[in-house]
């Protein structure tokens, strides 16, 4: 019996794209389950605006590395949705308005992570309507090219 050798080659695997569509599922499981005894709570739109961050910069990563999508977007949704190609963009204009809408808040340091006075005091009336938010992000991951699609 002749001895045999075989070499494998090595071979790169990026799993980035796949993991951060992954979270952005979880992210929006974790919005659709969510309970508060609060009135008004800025969990909601946090969990969401995160679940569409992370689903575009999943599509980025697919041809960019993690820390030029981190520098190029940080938590910028509306640059992040303006650079994906023309065939992953599925929203509407009336859908894109709202996501610049929640932008203007999301983008900001701690974006809602905490609310201020200001948005307690007027019962978030500057937050996007909740229910059509949780429509978009729901269009953005489940018509991610990544869906379904394994490593």
Same mark, same amino acid.
């Not at 499981?29 to 800025?42: I, L, M, V, W």
């Not at 999943?58 to 949704?77: F, I, M, T």
């Given at each position: 019996m002749t001895n045999l050798v075989l070499t494998a080659e090595t071979a790169h695997i990026n799993l980035?794209?796949?993991?951060?569509h992954l979270y952005a599922c979880e992210y929006l499981?974790?919005?659709?389950?969510?309970?508060? @005894? $609060?009135?008004?709570?800025?969990v909601p739109y946090f969990l969401l605006c995160r679940a569409m961050e992370l689903e575009f910069k $999943?599509?980025?990563? @697919?041809?960019?590395?993690?820390? $030029?999508?981190?520098? @190029?977007?940080?938590?910028?949704?509306k640059k992040s949705y303006d650079d994906l190609p023309t065939q992953n963009k599925t929203l509407d204009p009336a859908e894109y308005e709202v996501l610049v809408r929640a932008n203007k808040i999301y983008d900001k340091p701690k974006g809602f992570e905490y609310v201020s006075i200001g948005d307690a005091v007027t019962a978030l009336r500057d937050f996007p309507d909740l229910g059509v938010l949780r429509d978009i992000a729901t269009k953005v991951v489940k018509s991610s090219p990544l869906e379904g699609r394994e490593p």
């Open positions: 980035s794209p796949h993991l951060f499981h974790c919005e659709s389950t969510f309970q508060s @005894e $609060a009135r008004y709570s800025p $999943a599509q980025h990563l @697919e041809s960019k590395s993690r820390d $030029a999508v981190k520098k @190029e977007y940080g938590h910028n949704l």
